[in-house]
């Protein structure tokens, strides 16, 4: 065993643990920096086959594309990252398998306001198309105002979720494993089905399923039901805590740890020498939190209009109400007094004005060096246990992952640390999972 410069043990030679990358190509939000010049479109398709081919050259494990349901509203108008909309996840894959050949295509849809069956043909019929390449963020929303595009409209209790999620994919299931094999019935408190599977098994039989969140009913429906989670830790000590408690989840289930694989989500900014990288890395969160992003951050969980306010100065010295209407279609804070007390402690003891306090509270786990260094930190990750691989999240659309693609990749795979080549063609192979089996369970049929 080595040991990493944090004083955490690490593998060596045989036993060294494969890397696993991913690239997202992140939609809407803070975190990608769309008003720079260099930014290209977020809904034509250009944008989408750049970023996968260039992946795929880079002998990445899978493309990873966010979903959002509905357009969010601030302060009664569309909010401002937002207004370029939101293409359909099932037509961009499709599109995409058809200029790949080898790269995972995971895709996020929704289990509070689908049907089992439309996502079962769906991912079914998308992993026939790619050969194999399928895989379904599954994630849930209790989110009201979402739920008024759907036909049942509302929503579901936080408590519901999970449980709904969890029948969801045991229907999706029994559709995957159903052809020939007499109708799928089931009947339970969220769904009462019964029909015929429509499409023969996939390549992968079933396709990869990823799920993201970091709650304690996230991890347990990861454990039983997910072959990957999407999570976020900044440091080795977070990260091999929640992958000793994930892991530990799965084996509770009777799985095989193992083929429960950990993406912590990260960014990584890439300069000629340490400083470069640092400066860089400072360039971009000051671009990515503008002077209006700050203070509709803050807007989210005061649930009151900060215009008046200076985002170079202090924090609000108004308190906290809870009002729904400043920001739809976003998770409101269930405390937003205790949120913001601990928003004021953090600022005073270390001076910071509001921008400088945002771009804190929402700058993602980074890799930030030289490209041996980010090589180093990523491999570093991987053999001390703190993940299995890394979904990274470019700060630009589509070419903010160009430096990994060009001055990482290569270094890691100099050095044996990360695939020179594909050694199979699903995504299922490329991450060393295996195709699950055929239910044993007796199925009703007639």
Known sequence: MGTAVTGIPVREGAQRKPIHLAAHFPGVNHNTVWSDPAARSQVEFDSFTYLARAAERARFDFFFLAEGLRLREHLGRIHDLDVVGRPDTFTVLAGLAAVTDRLGLAGTINTTFNEPFDVARQFATLDHLSDGRAAWNMVTSSDAFTGANFRRGGFLDHADRYQRADEFVTVAREFWDGWGRGDVVHRGPGFDVRGAAPLPRSPQGHPVLLQAGDSGEGRDFAAGRADAIFTRHGTLESGRAFYVDVKARAAGRGRNPEHLKVFPGAAAVVGDTP????????????????????????????????????????????????????????????????????????????????????????????????????????????????????????????????????RVVPILQERGAFRAEYEGDTLREHLGLPVPRLEDAARRTG
């Open 275 to 406: 400083e470069e990288a640092a400066d860089l890395a400072r360039h971009i969160r000051r671009r990515q939190v503008g002077p209006q992003t700050a203070l509709n951050f803050l807007e989210q969980v005061w649930g009151r209009s900060l215009q008046g306010f200076d985002p170079d100065g202090p924090l609000p010295d108004v308190e906290p109400v809870f009002d729904t209407r400043v920001v739809q279609g976003r998770v409101q804070h269930a405390d937003p007094r205790a949120v913001v007390a601990t928003y004021r402690e953090r600022a005073e003891a270390r001076g910071l004005s509001i921008r400088e306090l945002v771009i804190e509270l929402n700058t993602r786990p980074q890799f930030v060096g030289t490209p041996e260094q980010v090589a180093d930190e990523i491999d570093t990750f991987i053999q001390a246990d703190a993940a299995d691989g890394f979904i990274l999240v470019p700060h630009l659309t589509p070419t903010g992952l160009d430096a990994v693609f060009d």
